[in-house]
């Protein structure tokens, strides 16, 4: 039953990475762009995170792979900060 909820969760964490990919392909700009990755692709992380600790099993590993989920989400919440405030800075969101 573990294993059916794991495959689950990491299933669904690989569509959100493939509707955020979707996202900045087809979103007309840059701010949508920025949204559609960053939300998708940080629950993406953390579904397949969540799926590959419940195969592993190992409290250390769900720690490793919770610093590596949080350092993701900051990372990636500033890089489009920096990115959506340099474009805007040019004038163009394009």
Do not use: C, E
Request: no cysteine; proline share 1%.
């Amino acid at each position: 039953m573990v294993d059916l909820l794991a495959l689950t969760l990491i299933v669904v964490g690989l569509f959100f990475f493939a509707i955020g990919t979707l996202g900045l392909l087809r979103l007309p700009d840059l701010h949508s762009r920025l949204h559609a990755l960053t939300k998708a692709d940080n629950i993406g992380l953390g579904l397949l995170a969540l799926g590959v600790v419940l195969l592993d099993g190992s409290w250390q590993t769900g720690l490793k792979l919770l610093l590596v989920w949080l350092l993701v989400l900051f990372a990636s919440s500033s890089s489009a900060h920096a990115i959506a405030r340099y474009a805007g800075r040019r004038g163009g969101a394009q």
